[in-house]
């Protein structure tokens, strides 16, 4: 089994910086692809970022490319995605996926795992 925290959310002005982090549990969450997806109320759940197991490939949403990165640590029990120049449609729960193959993927549906989310609210 996987688990997954998220932490790193909250109020940014618009324009400013934020960075999330992902700390997973299970020894086999190193060779698993992880993602970030976001969701506002009454809206399905948002791709953001993919990463493949070995950090090497990352895939974005285009509303995300040239501001959001995702990252690993060197162990990859930890995923990353910093946040730069916010705007206030990024408000959203943060929800932190894995799934149970090595490569990237922008589809909800094929992750197997999740966190609880993190709440980022960027103000105007």
């Known amino acids: 089994q996987v688990q997954l925290v998220e932490s790193g959310g909250g109020l940014v002005q618009a324009g400013g910086s934020l960075r999330l982090s992902c700390a997973a549990s299970?020894?086999?969450?190193?060779?698993?692809?992880k993602g970030w997806f976001r969701q506002t109320p009454g809206k399905e759940r948002e791709f953001v970022a993919s990463?493949?197991?070995?950090?090497?490939?990352?895939m974005y949403a285009d509303y995300a490319k040239g501001r959001f990165t995702i990252s690993s640590d060197g162990a990859k029990n930890t995923v990353f995605l910093q946040m730069n120049r916010v705007k206030p449609e990024d408000t959203a729960i943060y929800y932190c996926a894995a799934r149970t193959v090595l490569v990237v993927s922008g589809k909800h549906n094929e992750y197997d795992y999740w966190g609880q989310g993190t709440q980022v609210t960027v103000s105007s």
């Open positions: 299970g020894r086999t969450f190193s060779t698993y692809a």
């Open positions: 990463i493949n197991w070995s950090g090497g490939t990352t």
